[in-house]
């Protein structure tokens, strides 16, 4: 069994910074793609950034060069760097991972954390 936790939203003013966590643990023998998802309210979930076992990023072109997607190996933990964050990056943030446990490749998501942007 995988579980992926995330954590690290909260509130914060328009152009401000968070930085969310997501991670990994339970019977892990490695720890594929990984990637960041947001759903706003009434909105369906889109990706905002993806990051690969060899750390290759790529972002949705709303949070280029706002956001930063990181991860460490060692630790089974990516992390979403939001600066200027917007009112209109408001949402709940889910933690997605391909991830090989028990000979097989699973897909797990976290049960997401909220960010609201506001003043």
């Known amino acids: 069994q995988v579980q992926l936790v995330e954590s690290g939203g909260g509130l914060v003013q328009p152009g401000g910074s968070l930085t969310l966590s997501c991670a990994a643990s339970?019977?892990?023998?490695?720890?594929?793609?990984m990637r960041w998802y947001r759903q706003a309210p009434g909105k369906q979930r889109d990706l905002v950034a993806t990051?690969?076992?060899?750390?290759?990023?790529n972002y949705a072109h709303s949070v280029k060069g706002r956001f930063t997607i990181s991860r460490d190996n060692a630790k089974n933990t990516a992390y979403l760097q939001m600066n200027s964050l917007q009112p209109e990056d408001t949402g709940v943030y889910y933690c997605?991972?391909?991830?090989?446990?028990?000979?097989?490749?699973?897909?797990?998501w976290g049960q997401g954390t909220q960010v609201t942007v506001s003043s």
């Open positions: 339970g019977n892990i023998l490695l720890v594929n793609v």
């Open positions: 990051i690969s076992a060899s750390e290759d990023t």
């Open positions: 997605n991972a391909e991830v090989w446990s028990n000979g097989d490749l699973g897909d797990y």
